[in-house]
């Protein structure tokens, strides 16, 4: 598996500095080489032979489902690169401003012949600090690029006040609580925290609990349950408590849930199945460490909208605690429903 | 991952084993000489004797290849377009004015060659001036129809028959999808496509009757028509599929018939030109020629573990050439 060539996807809002970051991995002296599929071609000042510009061609999936879309253009490109797979490490792929990042994130499930030699290592989306909030009030996408993210950089720090910076991070948090956020000013980050992330390596993400935000009032075994259905979402509200205020953004939200006895995989293969095809439009990303009955090998997915891709990772360790996790990220997600979904799952 | 086969019939021994420097993406016959195209930059040139020497024509990838009688053509992602002789010989046949990758290359009738950069097919024909077409989308796939100067041309939600040397306006032949390959029948009645989705589409040309061909587990990524046309072998799952074009209804309400199941799926066929026999690469490496009739299989290479890329025959169908992503490739003497 380590021999897939590391897929990084850079998404953001236009202005927020992405060409700033991708112009330093480009010329930052770091030992690795970068092929790079960009959309604004003439942004990029580097002179690099595998630079390559990209029209962004959302193909829908002939399959009667319209969430299930592919960046055609990634798929004609990777498979061409590929044919020069000694000159270099990983890919970066930048997306336009307005870019919904599912159909890049679904072209490595959905066609075989990326996903065998590619990997999605993370999804990085840069955010402009001064714009962000109301970006997240008008356009849609700046929200779905930061439900969609493994790392954020809140990116220049300098235009607002301290204040409101802790204010915009728990914003994001509010959206999606899994992914690192970081505060920049000019993309000045250490490339390491950006790059060859593994972030799609499940554990990382699982080991964060979202519950440490929302203070000591809250239930901790499952993350929003019992303060969320009541509320009236009109206006965005927060609970003081845990140094960090709380949003609640008022319609993606994430849910985190967690079973401490093993579960029947011929209880939750239909279940999960039927669940993201009934809800897939609005459950942007999901992912889950399973411990099935009689299986001593851990069993890991993820998924993008209707897409679910998952194996047995490695055998349960010695003293591991073999619990079954999963998040969903999404829009209005029927929290009660899947929570007790999941627990019909058990052996 | 191996595959047995029990004791069927061999060619092994009459194979004269090849080492290519890089992944083999295509393989093509000038005469009896095998031309392996390597992924990046050069051809292997493989003579009858089984000589072998590595001619470099482009400045990066080899995105397309494709061969008439006397010329190996293909196209980079240096933008260029190259015609390599049996010689060696190469010279530029064209290039793209913004060094966009050719994507697609086609051979056609008298000479005729077509490539595609982004949305842009362009046909050159000594018949013909250069002409140019600009596809919805980006192009998908090209291929010259068996008669006459008449280019399909796949790309998003469909595919567009032009005759680039007539003024009449293209022709779109629509089914919602992303097509990417393109063939037409060797009797020009039909046109498939391959699909995004592991599935094949055509269309019956004569009235522009809609043909889904689908159950693969896998997209389709090589097809060839068998000799006379009858069928049309297909890649995609862990056997050779066989779509029946007979009849005047191609394959409409029909079973497509499977022979040839592997442990590693198809991925690369190739139709011997003379008789219904299928010489099928599987992803484990496994290469094996299967006659259509009865579904017996001769072993042409045991598996490598690396899958095979190419597959192709010389026009009398004595000498068949296989590559694979690992660079091991060979030529299989049957004469």
Known sequence: MSDKIPVTVLTGYLGAGKTTLLNRILSEPHGKRYAVIVNEFGDIGIDNELVVGAEEEIFEMNNGCICCTVRGDLVRIIDGLMRRKGRFDAIIVETTGLADPAPVAQTFFMDANIGRRAKLDAVVTVTDAKWLQARLKDAPEAKNQIAFADVILLNKTDLVATDELSELEARIRGINPYAKVHQTTRCDI???????????????????????????????????????????????????????????????????????????????????????????????????????????????????????????QRPWQEGENRESRIVFIGRNLPQERIKAGFESCLA | MTDSRGNIASLVERTALVSAAGTVVAAHFLGDTAILVLGEEALVLVSPDGQSRQVRIHGGAILASAADANRIITGGDDGRIVATALDGASAELGSDSKR?????????PRQSVAWSAGRQATVRSPISEERVF??????????????????????????????????????????????????????????????????????????????????????????????????????????????????????????????????????????????????????????????????????????????????????????????????????????
């Open chain 1, 190 to 312: 250490p490339l390491s925290e950006v790059l060859a992330r593994n972030a799609f390596d499940l554990d990382r993400i699982m080991e964060i609990e979202p519950d440490f935000l929302t203070g000591p009032d809250h239930d901790h075994e499952h993350t929003h349950d019992g303060h969320d259905h009541a509320h009236d979402h009109n206006d965005d509200h927060h609970h003081p408590g845990g140094g960090l205020k709380h949003y609640h953004d008022e319609e993606m939200q994430s849910l985190s849930l967690k079973l401490a006895a093993p579960l029947d995989p011929d209880k939750f293969f239909p279940w999960v199945q039927d669940l993201v095809q009934k809800e897939g439009p609005n459950i942007l990303r999901c992912k889950g460490i399973l411990s099935f009955k009689d299986d001593d090998e851990r069993f890991v997915f993820q998924g993008v909208h209707m897409i679910l891709d998952g194996d047995h």
């Open chain 2, 100 to 108: 966009r990758w050719i994507d697609h290359v086609a051979t056609g």
């Open chain 2, 134 to 335: 600009e596809a919805p989308s980006t192009v998908g796939g090209l291929a010259f129809a068996p008669k006459g100067l008449r280019l399909a041309i796949a790309h998003y939600n469909g595919a567009t028959l032009w005759f680039p040397g007539a003024q009449a306006a293209p022709e779109t032949l629509a089914w919602k999808g992303s097509h990417l390959g393109v063939a037409f029948s060797p009797d020009g009645r039909f046109l498939v496509t391959t699909m995004q989705e592991p599935a094949l589409h055509g269309w019956r040309l004569s009235d522009g009757q809609n043909l889904r061909m689908s159950g693969y587990g896998a997209r389709v990524r090589s097809l060839d028509w068998s000799a006379g046309g009858k069928w049309l072998a297909t890649s995609g799952a862990p056997q050779l599929v066989l779509w029946p074009f007979a009849s005047k209804d191609g394959p409409m309400g029909k079973m497509p018939r499977m022979c040839a199941p592997a442990q590693a799926p198809a991925e690369t066929v190739a139709c011997h030109p003379k008789q219904e026999v299928v010489a099928v690469g599987y992803g484990d490496g496994l290469v094996l020629l299967v006659r259509i009739d009865d579904g017996a299989e001769i072993l042409a290479r045991e598996p490598s573990g690396a899958p095979v890329t190419a597959l192709a025959w010389n026009s009398q169908g004595t000498r068949l050439a296989f590559g694979g992503e690992d660079g091991g490739a060979g030529i299989v003497n049957l004469g």
